[in-house]
C-alpha cells in the first residue's frame, strides 16, 4: 500500500498546490465573482492538465476541485442540481492523474458563507460537509483538505464530519486584517483545539501573502505538537494591506473602483524567488506542509519545491540565464552581442 499523508509528513515536507479558482479564471475557464468550479463539467480536460502541471512542478498533492462546489454555492448560480455530478467528476479527474503520480489524492471542504452561532444553521453547515465528505470517502481520496474557515466553529464541525469518516484531515483557518477567527479566537488556540479535536494537520491557508502570514505562524508551531500547514497567496501583502482583498492600486485609476481583487492583482504579484525565500523561511520555523493558494501559478510551486531541496520534473526547465543571446556568459555567444546587452 503506498505511503499516506502522514507517512509523507514523517519524511519531511509535504508540498501542496492549491489556487485552482484564480489560475482556471485566468486561462477562461471560470467565472471571477461567484467562482464556483463549473469548469469541472464544461471543461473536464483543462482540470486534468491543470493537476498534470502542479504535479509536474512539485506538488505531492492532487487535490480535486471542489473548493466552492458545495450546496450554497451550486444555488447561487442555479446548478444545485448539478452538485452531486460535479462533485463526483471532479474526484474522478483527481483521482485519475493521482494514480498516473506519486502523488496524495485529496478531497478538498471549505467555507461555506452560512456558519452563524445558532443550532440551524450548524445544522445546514454539517449536512453540506457530509455530502461532500461523503463523496470523497467513496472515492477513495487519501485525506480531505478543509480550508479557508474564517470561524473557527465552522472549522471543527468540517473537521468532526472528516473524522467521523475516518479519514486523515489538514484543516486551515484564513486570517483576515485581525490576526484571530471571526468568533473571536487567537489563531494559536485555535490550531491548538483544532489539534485536540483530531485534525492530523492544522495551519493557515489563502488571504495573506508570504510577508503577512509568515509573522503568525511562529506561535502556531509553539502552540501545536503535530504538523503545521502554510499556504498564503502568491502576492505582496503588507502590514497596512495585509490581505489580498485589502490591497489598492495606487496607480491611476483604471481597476474599477481602484480595488484589484479579484481582478486586477497582476502588479502584486510574488515573484519565483520570493516564494522561495518564504518557503525556505517557513521551513526554518518547523513549516512542513507548505504550498500557495489563490493566484498560484506552476511556476511558483516550482520554486517553492526546488527551495525545498527538491528536483521536480519542470526542474528540467528552470532558468538558466548562461545561453541568453544578449544576458548568456557562454563564450560562444561574445562579439557584437555583449555590446547591444549594454543598450536592453
Given at each position: 500500500?503506498?505511503?499516506?499523508?502522514?507517512?509523507?509528513?514523517?519524511r519531511?515536507?509535504?508540498?501542496?498546490?492549491?489556487?485552482?479558482?484564480?489560475?482556471?479564471?485566468?486561462?477562461?475557464?471560470?467565472?471571477?465573482?461567484?467562482?464556483?468550479?463549473?469548469?469541472?463539467?464544461?471543461?473536464?480536460?483543462?482540470?486534468?492538465q491543470?493537476?498534470?502541471?502542479?504535479?509536474?512542478?512539485?506538488?505531492?498533492?492532487?487535490?480535486?476541485?471542489?473548493?466552492?462546489?458545495?450546496?450554497e454555492?451550486m444555488?447561487?448560480?442555479?446548478?444545485?442540481?448539478?452538485?452531486?455530478?460535479?462533485?463526483?467528476?471532479?474526484?474522478e479527474?483527481a483521482?485519475?492523474?493521482?494514480?498516473?503520480?506519486?502523488?496524495?489524492?485529496a478531497?478538498?471542504?471549505?467555507?461555506?458563507?452560512?456558519?452563524?452561532?445558532?443550532?440551524a444553521?450548524?445544522?445546514?453547515?454539517?449536512?453540506?460537509?457530509?455530502?461532500q465528505?461523503?463523496?470523497?470517502?467513496?472515492?477513495?481520496?487519501?485525506?480531505?483538505?478543509a480550508?479557508?474557515?474564517?470561524?473557527?466553529?465552522?472549522?471543527?464541525?468540517?473537521?468532526?464530519?472528516?473524522?467521523?469518516?475516518?479519514l486523515?484531515?489538514?484543516?486551515?483557518?484564513t486570517?483576515?486584517?485581525?490576526?484571530?477567527?471571526?468568533?473571536?479566537?487567537?489563531?494559536?488556540?485555535?490550531?491548538?483545539?483544532?489539534?485536540?479535536?483530531?485534525?492530523?494537520?492544522?495551519?493557515?491557508?489563502?488571504?495573506?501573502?508570504?510577508?503577512?502570514?509568515?509573522?503568525?505562524?511562529?506561535?502556531?508551531?509553539?502552540?501545536?505538537?503535530?504538523?503545521?500547514?502554510?499556504?498564503?497567496?502568491?502576492?505582496?501583502?503588507?502590514?497596512s494591506?495585509?490581505?489580498?482583498?485589502?490591497?489598492?492600486?495606487?496607480?491611476?485609476?483604471?481597476?474599477?473602483?481602484?480595488?484589484p481583487?479579484?481582478?486586477?492583482l497582476?502588479?502584486?504579484?510574488?515573484?519565483?524567488?520570493?516564494?522561495?525565500?518564504?518557503?525556505?523561511a517557513?521551513?526554518?520555523?518547523?513549516?512542513?506542509?507548505?504550498?500557495?493558494?489563490?493566484?498560484?501559478g506552476?511556476?511558483?510551486i516550482?520554486?517553492?519545491?526546488?527551495?525545498?531541496?527538491?528536483?521536480?520534473?519542470?526542474?528540467?526547465?528552470?532558468?538558466?540565464?548562461?545561453?541568453?543571446?544578449?544576458?548568456?556568459?557562454?563564450?560562444?555567444?561574445?562579439?557584437?552581442?555583449?555590446?547591444?546587452?549594454?543598450?536592453?
Amino acid at each position: 500500500m503506498a505511503d499516506g499523508l502522514l507517512e509523507r509528513l514523517a519524511r519531511g515536507p509535504v508540498v501542496c498546490a492549491e489556487g485552482y479558482l484564480f489560475e482556471l479564471e485566468r486561462r477562461g475557464y471560470l467565472q471571477a465573482g461567484a467562482f464556483v468550479p463549473e469548469v469541472v463539467l464544461d471543461h473536464p480536460e483543462v482540470v486534468a492538465q491543470l493537476h498534470r502541471d502542479f504535479v509536474h512542478a512539485g506538488s505531492d498533492v492532487v487535490e480535486a476541485f471542489t473548493y466552492y462546489g458545495h450546496r450554497e454555492k451550486m444555488r447561487i448560480v442555479g446548478k444545485e442540481h448539478l452538485l452531486e455530478a460535479l462533485n463526483t467528476q471532479a474526484l474522478e479527474i483527481a483521482k485519475e492523474v493521482a494514480a498516473g503520480s506519486r502523488a496524495l489524492f485529496a478531497g478538498d471542504i471549505c467555507n461555506t458563507n452560512l456558519f452563524e452561532n445558532g443550532e440551524a444553521s450548524k445544522r445546514t453547515v454539517r449536512s453540506m460537509f457530509e455530502e461532500q465528505v461523503g463523496w470523497a470517502a467513496a472515492a477513495g481520496v487519501d485525506y480531505v483538505i478543509a480550508e479557508t474557515f474564517s470561524h473557527l466553529g465552522e472549522a471543527l464541525i468540517a473537521l468532526d464530519v472528516v473524522k467521523q469518516a475516518g479519514l486523515p484531515a489538514v484543516v486551515t483557518i484564513t486570517v483576515h486584517q485581525a490576526p484571530r477567527t471571526r468568533d473571536g479566537f487567537e489563531l494559536d488556540d485555535a490550531c491548538r483545539r483544532l489539534e485536540a479535536a483530531g485534525a492530523d494537520v492544522v495551519g493557515l491557508n489563502c488571504g495573506r501573502g508570504p510577508a503577512t502570514m509568515l509573522p503568525l505562524l511562529g506561535a502556531i508551531r509553539e502552540a501545536v505538537s503535530g504538523h503545521v500547514a502554510a499556504l498564503p497567496v502568491p502576492y505582496r501583502t503588507h502590514e497596512s494591506q495585509p490581505t489580498f482583498q485589502s490591497l489598492r492600486d495606487s496607480g491611476d485609476g483604471v481597476v474599477p473602483g481602484g480595488m484589484p481583487f479579484p481582478t486586477a492583482l497582476e502588479p502584486f504579484m510574488c515573484n519565483r524567488y520570493e516564494i522561495a525565500e518564504f518557503a525556505l523561511a517557513a521551513r526554518e520555523i518547523g513549516i512542513d506542509y507548505l504550498g500557495l493558494c489563490c493566484g498560484a501559478g506552476p511556476h511558483h510551486i516550482r520554486s517553492l519545491a526546488e527551495a525545498l531541496g527538491r528536483t521536480p520534473p519542470a526542474s528540467k526547465y528552470s532558468p538558466d540565464m548562461s545561453k541568453h543571446a544578449y544576458f548568456g556568459t557562454d563564450e560562444s555567444l561574445k562579439g557584437e552581442n555583449v555590446e547591444f546587452a549594454k543598450e536592453l
